[in-house]
């Protein structure tokens, strides 16, 4: 081999190693996108990419029924007393001790399921507050000693049968707890109209109005 021929044949191998190391050694070009800005070669473009529905269950699921507006309590027709049956009457229970209370009222009305005794509804009443005032000693000015609360709670029955009753009050008796007052009547439109607060500002203005 010729001596130029080996200069040329090295100088074209360096010439072609220093392309590649060119090529390695060269920034690359960044890509410019147009809501992120500029990205280096190296970012994870995946963190702010869309999900794509990824984790989404709610169209999978059926479609709920809109909400039924509450309707205002109306109150039903009173049933009548007959020979052989009473009609609506309202069992009332009430006392000091709200455990008392409320256990006795279940057990009335689990009694009267027992016994085929239909029971329209079982409701509370609002609790009502009693204040005990004494007298002082030296003056005649009273003072509250202490305030007493009553809780109510009333079942109404209707249907009730004429030779059932005696036995019925009886056994309600026998097991009524210490504390615990029971009182039966019919039912009345007084009854209805007092499970509910009275707002005499609103019943005055409505008097205006009409």
């Known amino acids: 081999m010729n001596l130029p021929t080996k ?5 074209a191998q360096r010439a072609l190693v220093l392309d590649l190391a060119a090529s390695i050694f060269r920034p ?13 070669p190296n970012a994870r473009q995946y963190r702010s990419m869309p999900t794509h529905g990824i984790g989404r269950y709610k169209y999978l699921l059926p479609k709920e029924a809109p909400r039924k507006k509450k309707e205002k309590l109306q109150m039903k027709a009173i049933k009548f007393a007959t020979e052989a049956e009473y009609g609506d009457l309202n069992m009332a ?27 329209v509804e079982s409701y509370g009443l609002p609790t009502t507050n009693t204040e005990i005032l ?9 003072s509250v ?22 036995v ?21 439109e007084a009854d209805f109209t007092s499970r509910f607060k009275t707002r005499p500002e609103l019943e005055g203005l409505m008097a205006k109005l009409n």
């Open 134 to 142: 004494t007298l002082q000693e030296k003056g005649g000015k009273m």
């Open 28 to 40: 690359s070009v960044l890509k410019q996108d147009p809501l992120l800005g500029t990205l280096s």
């Open 168 to 188: 019925f009050i009886e056994v309600l008796l026998q097991n009524q707890p210490e504390g615990v007052d029971l009182s039966i009547k019919e039912h009345t």
């Open 93 to 119: 229970v009430y006392g000091h001790d709200i455990t008392l209370v409320e256990h006795y009222s279940q057990y009335v009305h689990n009694l009267c399921n027992r016994l085929k005794i239909k029971v």
């Open 145 to 166: 000693d202490a305030v007493l609360k009553t809780h109510h709670r009333v079942i109404q029955l209707t249907g009730l049968n004429a030779t059932v009753c005696p």
């Open 7 to 11: 200069f040329q044949f090295s100088f």
